[in-house]
T-cell receptor
Framework: QKEVEQNSGPLSVPEGAIASLNCTYS??????FFWYRQYSGKSPELIMS????GDKEDGRFTAQLNKASQYVSLLIRDSQPSDSATYLC???????????FGQGTRLTINP | GAVVSQHPSRVICKSGTSVKIECRSL??????MFWYRQFPKKSLMLMAT?????????EQGVEKDKFLINHASLTLSTLTVTSAHPEDSSFYIC???????????FGQGTRLTVV
């Protein structure tokens, strides 16, 4: 059974600080990694994808992938109250049909 | 990102009736679409995977005769909840992607309430 693990939180971060979200996965052949943001009552929105070891930056977001340690993380710099949401980590094997989702981490940015 | 449109966003129906939910990819051809349901404060539960022109693959425990999925074109998949019961009330979300190793994008979701 392939598993993707996230701390469910809630994770509270003061406004302006860096929010760090972590995700571990069990399947070593996983090739594609995604971070989705989901606001309450809304559907998930893709914010980052990463496929290679290292860092990938997009605006205030940085995804970090370490395949040897089987973890992927998301850093949010200069956190804003609008970043308050549940963040879902998703993993996919190359050629596989479906994504495997973690249970999500609820992030709250405190003004 | 690519646009996936789901309709309706909210529906209330009576027990015993059927409800159809549409999922459309607006600016790309979706070779694969996925249907999820989500309970409050829970993660997504994959119900089925559908590939254009072929039968959907249902996850274990999902009744295929109750949740009918049709993916007749590269831009449209439908989920029909047949003979709905109050326990079918949930948030149903579709996602779509153009290729096996491409990103998947979600529709807006449909909140179904069965009374």
């Amino acid at each position: 059974q392939k598993e993707v693990e996230q701390n469910s939180g809630p994770l509270s971060v003061p406004e302006g600080a860096i929010a760090s979200l972590n995700c571990t996965y069990s399947d070593r052949v996983s090739q594609s990694f995604f971070w989705y943001r989901q606001y309450s009552g809304k559907s998930p929105e893709l914010i980052m994808s990463i496929y290679s070891n290292g860092d990938k930056e997009d605006g205030r977001f940085t995804a970090q992938l370490n395949k040897a340690s089987q973890y992927v993380s998301l850093l949010i710099r200069d956190s804003q109250p609008s970043d308050s949401a549940t963040y879902l980590c998703a993993v996919k094997d190359q050629g596989a049909q479906k994504l495997v989702f973690g249970q999500g981490t609820r992030l709250t940015i405190n003004p | 990102g690519a646009v996936v449109s789901q309709h309706p966003s909210r529906v209330i129906c009576k027990s015993g009736t059927s409800v159809k939910i549409e999922c459309r990819s607006l600016d790309f051809q979706a070779t694969t679409m996925f249907w999820y349901r989500q309970f409050p404060k829970k993660s997504l539960m994959l119900m089925a995977t559908s590939n254009e022109g072929s039968k959907a693959t249902y996850e274990q425990g999902v009744e295929k005769d109750k949740f009918l999925i049709n993916h007749a074109s590269l831009t449209l998949s439908t989920l029909t909840v047949t003979s709905a019961h109050p326990e079918d009330s949930s948030f149903y979300i579709c996602s779509a992607r153009s290729g096996v190793d491409t990103e998947a994008f979600f529709g807006q979701g449909t909140r179904l309430t069965v009374v």
